[in-house]
């Protein structure tokens, strides 16, 4: 059985195996990663990371977590491309969200 890794890089590192225990519990009901949206966009952060990490909104994108998508704030279509999230970009609005006002 191989172990399973903290998006940190380290085996999971649960002090608690109770807690452990639940979070395997939800994963098992609702998949390993949560929607987490910030400022119009949409990562797939992973339960166990929350779970032994929390998470603070403004880091999530610098985690290496994978984009799911973004919705632009000007025309309010959803994109599902990685670039796109991780640009900020609207394809329907030809314009990155910064040059929109
Ligand atoms: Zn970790
Ligand atoms: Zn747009």
């Known amino acids: 059985m191989t172990e399973e890794l903290c998006h940190c890089g380290l085996p999971l590192h649960y002090s608690d195996p109770d807690i452990r225990q639940s979070v395997e519990n939800l994963i098992s009901r609702l998949g390993p990663s949560v929607k987490v949206t910030i400022d119009h966009r949409t990562w797939l952060v992973s339960r166990h990371y929350i779970a032994l990490h929390g998470l603070k909104g403004a880091e999530v994108e610098s985690l290496g977590f994978q984009p799911f998508s973004i ?7 959803t994109s599902y491309n990685p670039n796109d999230v991780k640009n900020r970009y609207c394809g329907n609005c030809h314009q990155f969200h910064e040059e929109m006002k």
């Open 71 to 77: 919705k632009c704030p000007q025309c309010g279509v």
